[in-house]
C-alpha cells in the first residue's frame, strides 16, 4: 500500500507546475471577479436631465446616495454612445414638466433606456420609484407647514428647517446586522468562496483521473496483476488526490484571506472541516465518473462539463435565490458545491458554529461516501481493454 | 489523399460515439438548464415569491402612556389608542395587502428568531426594542423627538429577500421621520413666530398628505437602445454556450495529433509521402468542421426548442465561419505544443482550468455588464469573449459593418496563432533533424 501510495506522489512531482498553475489562476480569477480589492463595483447609470426646475437637483441627490449604482449626469448623446460601448446600463431621462408632473399631476412618467432586461434593472425601477417618492413627499409636507402655518413664514425657512431636521433629526433609524452583531460584509466573500469551489473542483478531479491515463498507457493491466491489486492502488490514488486537493483549497484560502481580507483565517478549523467533506466528496464523483467512462479522453471532455453545470447549479457564480425553477433547485441539493458554498458563508459571514452547519457536513460526507463506494464497486467489476 | 484523411480524422472522432456525445449533447443540456435557471433574473419585471420574516416584539403595549410635561394637556382618546407603534407597525404597515404578497411575517423571541435563520426558514429578523410603542407614541403625541432604532438580522443566505425586508422596513422609517419631522417643523416654526393659536387641523392635513402619497403614479417606461433587440436569458445563454464549448471542441482536438504519434500512425504517413503541412491542414479541417457541427446543433436546438431567435441567417453563417476559422487555429496551435510535449497536460489544464477562466472572462458564466469594469475591458482578450459579443451583436441585428472591430479582433487572433504553430513546428522540425 506505501509503494502505491509512494508511486503516486512521485507522479505528483511531475505535475506540481500544472497544481501551482491552476492556484495561481484560481486566485487571479478570484480577484478580477471581485473587483480587485475594493469589491465596491457599481453599475453607471446616466441621468439625461431635461428639466431646469431646481426640484430635480433634490431628485439626482436622491439616486446619488445609492450604494447599488453610480449615477452621472450626462448628455442625451453622450449616454447612448456610453450605452452602446457598455459603458453604462442604462440611461434615465428626466422630463422637462417633471416639477409640473411632480407637483400637479397626479402620474410622473420617466424614461428608462437600458442594454439589458434583468433583475438589477427591477432594482433600478424601484430606486427611481422611491426616490421620486422621497423627493415628492418632503416638497408636499413642506407646502402643508405652509398651508398650517397661513403662508406667514416664507417657504424657504420652512424648507431649510425641514432640510435640516431630515438630515440631523430624524427619529427613526434603522441598522442592519447578520447574526452574530457583525456588520454586513459585501458581496466578495461570496465571489471568493463560489469561485474557490468552482476552480479547485477541477484539479481534484483531474488529480483522481490520473488512474484513466495508466489504464490508456497500459500500466493499469500491469498493476492489477501486482500483488498491489485494484482496490489498494485506487485507494492509494485517492488518498494523495484527497490530500493534495485539500492542500489546495486550503492554500487558496489562506492565500485568498492575505490578499482580499477575506476572513477565513478567523475560522480555519471549521473552513477546514467543510473544506475536507468538499474534497471527499468530489473525489467520491470523480471516482464514479471514472468508472462509467473508457477513457481520459472520454473523462477529458465530461469533467468540466459536469463540474461547471454542478457549479452553476450549486449557487457558485450566482446566489440559488434569483432561480425559481423548483426542479432545478430539488438538483441543487444534489451538487456538493451547493452545501460547501453554503457551509462556507454560513462560516464565513454568518460566524455559525459547525454544530449549525451539520446538516451541509452529512450531506458532503454522504454524496462522497454513496458515489466513491459505487465507483469503487463499478470499477472492479470493469474489465479494462 | 487530402481528402482522404480528413475523412480518416472525422472518422475517428465519429467512431467515440460517447465522446462525441458528450461533446455535442452537453452544451445542448447545460444550456437548457441556464436558460429555463435565469430566466426570471433575465425579466426586468422580476417576480420572487411570497417569503417570511420573523418580528420580535421586546415591548408591551399598554393603554396609555404617559407624556411627559404634558400630563395636564387633553388629547383626544381615539388619538392615544392609535398613535402607538404597535397599532402604526402592525396594522397600518406590515398587515396591508401590498407587503403581505410580497412578505408573511410571524412574531417570535429574539432567540426562536436567530434559531429560524439558522436554520434558513425565515429571511430577516426585524426587532422593535422595549420602548418602541412607547417611542412612535411619543415621537407623534408629543412635541419631543425620542431617538429610536429598528435592528433587521440579515439572513446572508437569502440575500436578496433580506435586502427587499431591509428596503421595505426601511420605507417604513421613511414616511415615519417624514410625518415626525413635519409635524416637529410646524410645531417649532409656529413656536417661534407665535403662531401656535393658529394651527389646527394638522389631522386632517396629514391625511391628504398620506392620501396623496398612495394614489401617486411613478411610470417608468423601460426600453432598449433604438434599433438594438433586447437579449433574453434564453438567447444570451445560447450564445454563451456556444462560444464556452467551442473552446473545448478546440481543447478535445488538441490530441489529434498526438494520437497519431503513440499509435505511430504519424511516422507511416510521413514515410508514405504525404507532408507534414498537409497533416496539419487536414488537422485544421476536421477541427473546423467540427466547429461546424457543434453551432450546427446548437443553433439548431435554440432555434427550435429555445425558440430563440438568431438574427439574419447570412449574418450567422458569416460569423460562425469566422469562428471556425479562429477556433480551428487555436485547435491547431495547441495540438502542435501537445504533440512537442508529448504529454497530455496541456489538454488538461487548459480543459481544467484555462477554458473555464477564458469563458468567465468572455461572459459565458455571467454577463460582463453586471460585472467590475476591469471585467468588461478584458472581454475582448480572450477570442471566445469576442465570438459571443458577435453572436450578440447579430442577435441585436447589428450589420457586419457595426461588428468590424469584433472580426478585426478574430482575425489577429487567427494571425496569431497560426504565426505561433509555424514557429512550434519549424522549431520541432529544427529538434528532429538535429536528433
Known amino acids: 500500500m506505501l509503494r502505491a501510495i509512494k508511486m503516486q506522489m512521485i507522479k505528483l512531482k511531475h505535475q506540481y507546475k500544472i497544481i501551482l498553475a491552476m492556484m495561481g489562476l484560481t486566485i487571479l480569477m478570484i480577484f478580477l471577479f471581485s473587483g480587485g480589492q475594493g469589491g465596491d463595483y457599481q453599475e453607471k447609470i446616466g441621468i439625461v436631465n431635461q428639466s431646469d426646475a431646481e426640484i430635480t437637483e433634490n431628485f439626482i441627490n436622491s439616486l446619488r446616495q445609492s450604494q447599488q449604482y453610480d449615477y452621472v449626469v450626462a448628455t442625451e448623446k453622450e449616454a447612448i454612445e456610453k450605452l452602446e460601448a457598455s459603458e453604462m446600463v442604462a440611461m434615465i431621462k428626466i422630463p422637462v414638466t417633471f416639477k409640473e408632473d411632480l407637483l400637479l399631476k397626479d402620474e410622473i412618467t420617466i424614461s428608462l433606456t437600458s442594454i439589458k432586461s434583468d433583475i438589477s434593472m427591477s432594482l433600478l425601477e424601484n430606486e427611481i420609484k422611491e426616490s421620486i417618492n422621497l423627493v415628492r413627499s418632503s416638497e408636499s409636507i413642506i407646502h402643508l407647514i405652509d398651508k398650517s402655518l397661513k403662508h406667514e413664514v416664507k417657504l424657504d425657512v420652512i424648507r431649510e428647517n425641514y432640510d435640516k431636521h431630515w438630515l440631523y433629526k430624524k427619529p427613526l433609524s434603522i441598522s442592519e446586522e447578520t447574526i452574530n452583531n457583525n456588520q454586513v460584509r459585501n458581496n466578495l466573500n461570496h465571489s471568493i468562496i463560489g469561485f474557490i469551489i468552482l476552480f479547485v473542483s477541477y484539479s481534484i478531479v483531474y488529480g483522481i483521473a490520473d488512474l484513466l491515463e495508466d489504464i490508456d498507457l497500459r500500466t493499469w493491466h500491469r498493476m492489477i496483476v501486482s500483488p498491489l491489486g485494484k482496490n489498494r492502488l485506487i485507494l492509494a490514488n485517492s488518498l494523495v488526490s484527497f490530500f493534495t486537493g485539500f492542500i489546495q483549497i486550503i492554500l487558496v484560502f489562506i492565500i485568498s484571506d492575505f490578499l482580499f481580507n477575506a476572513n477565513f483565517s478567523e475560522n480555519i478549523f471549521q473552513v477546514s472541516i467543510v473544506a475536507a467533506l468538499y474534497v471527499f466528496s468530489l473525489m467520491g464523483i470523480a471516482t464514479f465518473v471514472i468508472s462509467t467512462v473508457n477513457s481520459f479522453k472520454q473523462m477529458d471532455a465530461l469533467t468540466p462539463i459536469v463540474l461547471t453545470s454542478m457549479a452553476m447549479l450549486g449557487g457558485c457564480l450566482w446566489p440559488l435565490e434569483i432561480v425559481n425553477s423548483k426542479i432545478l433547485l430539488f438538483l441543487a441539493n444534489l451538487t456538493p458545491h451547493k452545501w460547501a458554498v453554503s457551509g462556507l458563508k454560513k462560516i464565513m459571514i454568518s460566524q455559525f458554529s459547525l454544530e449549525d452547519i451539520i446538516l451541509e457536513l452529512s450531506v458532503l460526507g454522504i454524496i462522497g461516501l454513496v458515489f466513491y463506494l459505487v465507483g469503487l464497486y463499478r470499477i472492479n467489476k470493469k474489465v479494462y481493454y | ?435
Not at chain 2, 480528413?6 to 465522446?19: M, P, R, S
Not at chain 2, 510521413?270 to 496539419?280: Q, T
Not at chain 2, 469562428?323 to 504529454?343: D, E, K, R, Y
Not at chain 2, 460582463?368 to 478584458?378: C, D, F, R, T
Open chain 2, 1 to 435: 489523399m487530402f481528402i482522404k484523411m480528413i475523412i480518416k480524422d472525422l472518422k475517428l472522432v465519429f467512431q467515440d460515439k460517447e465522446y462525441l456525445l458528450i461533446v455535442i449533447l452537453m452544451p445542448i443540456v447545460l444550456s437548457s438548464i441556464l436558460s429555463f435557471a435565469l430566466q426570471s433574473a433575465f425579466q426586468s419585471t422580476y417576480q420572487i415569491d411570497q417569503f417570511k420574516i420573523g418580528v420580535v416584539k421586546e415591548y408591551t403595549v399598554e393603554e396609555n402612556y404617559e407624556i411627559p410635561f404634558m400630563g395636564n394637556i387633553d388629547i383626544d382618546r381615539d388619538v392615544l389608542e392609535s398613535a402607538n407603534g404597535d397599532n402604526i407597525f402592525f396594522d397600518n404597515f406590515l398587515d396591508q395587502e401590498e407587503i403581505q404578497e410580497i412578505m408573511s411575517y410571524e412574531i417570535l423571541t429574539y432567540d426562536q428568531g436567530i434559531q429560524k435563520i439558522k436554520d434558513n426558514k425565515i429571511s430577516a429578523l426585524v426587532v422593535l426594542d422595549e420602548n418602541f410603542s412607547k417611542d412612535i407614541f411619543l415621537n407623534f403625541v408629543s412635541p419631543f423627538r425620542k431617538a429610536m432604532n429598528i435592528r433587521v438580522i440579515k439572513n446572508e443566505s437569502k440575500s436578496i429577500t433580506s435586502n427587499i425586508t431591509y428596503d421595505i422596513i426601511s420605507g417604513f422609517n421613511t414616511r415615519m421621520n417624514q410625518m415626525i419631522i413635519s409635524k416637529n417643523v410646524l410645531i417649532e416654526l409656529a413656536a417661534e413666530n407665535d403662531l401656535l393659536s393658529s394651527i389646527n387641523d394638522i389631522e386632517s392635513r396629514l391625511t391628504t398628505f398620506n392620501d396623496s402619497l398612495e394614489n401617486y403614479e411613478v411610470i417608468v417606461d423601460e426600453k432598449g437602445i433604438e434599433n438594438k433587440k433586447t437579449i433574453d436569458s434564453k438567447s444570451y445563454y445560447s450564445a454563451a454556450m456556444l462560444a464556452m464549448f467551442l473552446l473545448f471542441v478546440a481543447g478535445n482536438s488538441s490530441t489529434l495529433l498526438l494520437d497519431e504519434k503513440r499509435s505511430m500512425t504519424y511516422d507511416r504517413m510521413i514515410v508514405s509521402g504525404i507532408s507534414k503541412s498537409e497533416i496539419l491542414m487536414g488537422k485544421y479541417i476536421t477541427i473546423f468542421l467540427l466547429v461546424l457541427l457543434e453551432s450546427s446543433v446548437m443553433i439548431g436546438y435554440s432555434t427550435y426548442i429555445l425558440k430563440v431567435q438568431w438574427g439574419s441567417l447570412a449574418k450567422l453563417l458569416f460569423v460562425v465561419l469566422a469562428a471556425g476559422i479562429t477556433v480551428a487555429s487555436f485547435g491547431l496551435m495547441i495540438s502542435i505544443i501537445t504533440f512537442n510535449n508529448n504529454n497530455r497536460k496541456l489538454t488538461v489544464l487548459l480543459n481544467s482550468v484555462i477554458f473555464q477562466i477564458l469563458a468567465a472572462l468572455g461572459g459565458s458564466f455571467i454577463p460582463v455588464e453586471a460585472l467590475p469594469w476591469i471585467m468588461q475591458k478584458l472581454r475582448y482578450v480572450p477570442f471566445n469573449g469576442v465570438i459571443l459579443k458577435l453572436l450578440l451583436n447579430t442577435m441585436q441585428g447589428l450589420s457586419l459593418h457595426e461588428s468590424f472591430f469584433e472580426f478585426a479582433l478574430l482575425g489577429l487572433n487567427t494571425l496569431l496563432f497560426l504565426s505561433i504553430s509555424y514557429l512550434l513546428i519549424r522549431k520541432e522540425g529544427k529538434h528532429a533533424k538535429g536528433h
